[in-house]
């Protein structure tokens, strides 16, 4: 049974950090392509970033290049986001994504003053 749990969500002020992360079972993790995608209140979902199998390639939704960092430990199972610079429209329920096959629970991200 495919796994995915989410942890590191938080209520921060804009400005801050938090890292995000996703450990993964009962599939072999390090085959397949992973993702962040988000929904903030009352909107659909949206896709954050993306990671390839071994890590080597990343990619970014424009609204969050540059202030957030994907990464993955496939020792460890474990996805990451590193989100820097939050700012209130980053405010979400943030889940991680493998390839087709599943999505975890999410994590409430709040960035409020």
């Known amino acids: 049974e495919v796994q995915l749990v989410e942890s590191g969500g938080d209520l921060v002020q804009p400005g801050g950090s938090l890292r995000l992360s996703c450990a993964a079972s009962?599939?072999?993790?390090?085959?397949?392509?992973m993702s962040w995608v988000r929904q903030a209140p009352g909107k659909g979902l949206e896709w954050v970033s993306g990671i390839s199998r071994g890590g080597a390639i990343t990619r970014y939704a424009d609204i969050v290049k540059g202030r957030f960092t994907i990464s993955r430990d496939n020792a460890k199972n474990t996805l990451y986001l590193q989100m820097n610079s939050l700012q209130p429209e980053d405010t979400a329920v943030y889940y991680c994504?493998?390839?087709?096959?599943?999505r975890g629970q999410g994590t409430q991200v709040t960035v409020s003053s």
């Open positions: 009962g599939f072999s993790f390090s085959s397949y392509y």
């Open positions: 994504a493998a390839g087709d096959i599943g």
